[in-house]
């Protein structure tokens, strides 16, 4: 079975601090993406990756950046954390070509 | 932008009777489509996807139907079991690897 790993399942962190979301996936998925999800809003995309050290911004990249500097792993980074950054972050992966997404178990982050 | 959007936020349907849950999608251009479930505390997983080139496609329990001409697609769950109780998302998918998602229909089965 496809698995995407998310480090943390909750997080809680204050107003200025960097945050670091790592998520890792064992299929050997070219694909990798954040997105975040929010009530009322569905999943919005806000980084993804084609490849090592490739990235590409969503629709919401304004207050993220992305990492992949192996092709197992996509790192998230909020340089310095707001509150409306208070949100769940789903990771996903997914070979080139095909489309179906795996979705990690989601990392729920609070920033007070 | 892309607009996938869902007719119905909330729906309660009685245990054993099917569900349509539905979903509008703007851009015509799109040729690929996916539903996702999502229980509690857990991540969005595949249920069934189906291309631009089809009209129907049946798994188990589930079929989807897409409309072109509308723009609509709908998920329909036969038998719909208390296991079903989850937020549905319609996904599209327009060049290649990104998709976008609607903002979920969340299913309540009743016993």
């Known amino acids: 079975d496809v698995k995407v790993t998310q480090s943390s399942r909750y997080l809680v962190k204050r107003t200025g601090e960097k945050v670091f979301l790592e998520c890792v996936q064992d299929?050997?998925?070219?694909?990798m993406f954040w997105y975040r999800q929010d009530p009322g809003l569905g999943l919005r995309l806000i980084y993804f990756?084609?490849?090592?050290?490739?990235?590409e911004k969503g629709d919401i990249p304004e207050g993220y950046s992305v990492s992949r500097e192996k092709k197992e792993r996509f790192s998230l980074i909020l340089e310095s954390a707001s509150t409306n950054q208070t949100s769940m972050y789903l990771c996903?992966?997914?070979?080139?070509?095909?489309?179906?997404?795996?979705f990690g178990e989601g990392s729920r982050l609070t920033v007070l | 932008g892309e607009s996938v959007g869902l007719h119905l936020p909330t729906l309660s349907v009685q245990e054993g009777d099917n569900s349509i849950i539905n979903c509008a999608y703007s851009?015509?251009?799109?040729?690929?489509f996916i539903w996702y479930k999502q229980e509690s505390g857990k991540g969005p997983q595949f249920i069934i996807d189906i291309r631009s080139n089809m009209d129907k496609r049946q798994g188990q329990r589930v079929t989807v139907l897409l409309n072109k001409t509308v723009k609509h697609l709908s998920l329909q769950i036969a038998a719909t079991q208390p296991g079903d109780s989850a937020v549905y998302f319609c996904a599209e998918n327009k060049n290649g690897n990104q998709f976008y998602f609607g903002t979920g229909t969340s299913l309540t089965v009743i016993p």
């Open positions: 299929m050997d998925h070219e694909n």
């Open positions: 990756s084609y490849d090592v050290k490739m990235k």
């Open positions: 996903a992966s997914s070979f080139q070509g095909t489309g179906e997404l795996f």
């Open positions: 851009n015509s251009a799109s040729d690929y």
